[in-house]
């Protein structure tokens, strides 16, 4: 089974609990306003892998894993390469690798089953927590994303939520405390990380003669990310 990989990070401490093989696969259907990595948006780009090459590469990393770590599928969406995604999983649970995936859950949960079965945990992204700015700046319904959180819960996946924070879109308390209440309604969510918006991908944009939709956008200063962090109590641990 191949599939076609933007790049590889040997010893990420980022994207999941613990020390990670992360592999970003390529190709994206959504275009954020905020997306760090242009770059993985063309489903043909990239470089072609086997899945087994995938996970031998992870495999020399294990010691470095310990209780905690594993591997995370990245992007880019995952859930574009769906076969490839599952046949990488099956391999590192055959392997006993933890498996990560990281994802925009802006998907069809219902035909992601053969991936989310090999699945430990869930890096779900959720970009805001209106409606209207989903559908303003992501390209997509919050319904779809909420529905995909639905079944995450309903199959017991542990779930991590994501969220971009971006200086005059979503660094409000009152965008906290919503996504605080989406995680007490879904006891897969164990924990919330908020990161801060970043503009070193501009390069990427200018490379590729795109306009960096939030380009005008200020990064957000440490001390907001601090006060906003502080409000995620037990899921911010
Ligand atoms: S889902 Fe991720 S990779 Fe796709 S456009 Fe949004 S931020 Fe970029």
């Given at each position: 089974m191949k599939g076609r990989i933007h790049s590889f990070q040997s010893l990420g401490t980022?994207?999941?609990?613990?020390?990670?093989?992360?592999?970003?696969?390529?190709?994206?259907?959504?275009?954020?306003?905020?997306c760090h990595n242009p770059d993985t948006w063309d489903g043909q780009g990239g470089t072609e892998y086997e899945a087994e090459d995938i996970v031998r590469r992870a495999e020399r990393y294990r010691s470095y894993f310990g209780q905690t770590g594993g591997i995370t599928l990245s992007g880019g969406e995952p859930f574009m390469q769906r076969e490839f995604a599952a046949e990488i999983f099956?391999?590192?649970?055959?392997?006993?690798?933890h498996t990560c995936?990281?994802?925009?859950?802006?998907v069809d949960a219902e035909k992601c089953g053969q991936v989310?079965?090999?699945t430990d945990r869930v890096l779900l992204d959720i970009k805001y927590?209106?409606?209207?700015?989903?559908?303003?700046?992501?390209?997509?319904?919050?319904?779809?994303?909420?529905?995909f959180l639905q079944y995450l819960n309903r199959e017991n996946i542990p779930v991590t939520l994501r969220q971009v924070i971006i200086p005059t879109l979503n660094d409000t308390e009152e965008n906290v405390l919503r996504l605080l209440e989406?995680?007490?309604?879904?006891?897969?969510?164990?924990?919330?990380?908020?990161?801060p918006f970043r503009k070193i991908c501009q390069t990427k944009y200018d490379m590729m003669g795109v306009a960096f939709p939030f380009g005008h956008l200020p990064?957000?200063?440490?001390?907001?990310?601090?006060?906003?962090?502080?409000?995620l109590g037990r899921y911010g641990g």
């Open positions: 980022l994207d999941g609990p613990g020390v990670r093989f992360v592999a970003f696969l390529q190709g994206c259907p959504l275009r954020c306003g905020c099956r391999l590192c649970h055959e392997q006993k690798i995936l990281d994802t925009s859950g802006c989310l079965m090999h927590t209106e409606a209207a700015l989903y559908e303003k700046h992501v390209g997509c319904k919050m319904q779809q994303v909420i529905s989406i995680a007490r309604q879904y006891p897969c969510v164990d924990k919330i990380e908020l990161l990064e957000p200063d440490p001390g907001r990310m601090d006060e906003l962090r502080q409000l």
